[in-house]
């Protein structure tokens, strides 16, 4: 069994700056890419930033400048540093991970739990 567990969220005034941080734990035998998703309310999830299996970093237009997303392959980790926030980077935020599990080999797309990061004008 796999999980994903997501810490760091919380309240923030605009111009501050959050840590989201995001380890994977279990049955894991190698993990592709991983990244940070956000959905608000009645809307689609959609792509913050992700780091490729080939190390591309990939970010929302909306972000660029002001996140950095960061990968620890050896702890199965990744983080995403928020700066500059604005009152639109308010939103429910969420890892995701495509991995390989040991045993079943099954390859799939795992994702945490959630964590609410909500910033103030």
């Known amino acids: 069994q796999v999980q994903l567990v997501e810490s760091g969220g919380g309240l923030a005034q605009a111009g501050e700056s959050l840590r989201l941080s995001c380890a994977a734990s279990?049955?894991?035998?190698?993990?592709?890419?991983m990244g940070w998703f956000r959905q608000d309310p009645g809307k689609q999830r959609e792509l913050v930033a992700e780091v490729t299996n080939d190390g591309r970093l990939n970010y929302a237009d909306s972000v660029k400048g002001r996140f950095t997303i960061s990968r620890d392959v050896r702890k199965n980790t990744v983080d995403l540093q928020m700066n500059s926030l604005k009152p639109a980077d308010t939103s429910i935020y969420y890892c995701n991970a495509d991995i390989l599990t040991g045993g079943t080999w099954n390859r799939r797309v795992y994702w945490g739990q959630g964590t609410q990061v909500t910033v103030s004008s």
């Open positions: 279990g049955s894991i035998f190698s993990i592709n890419g």
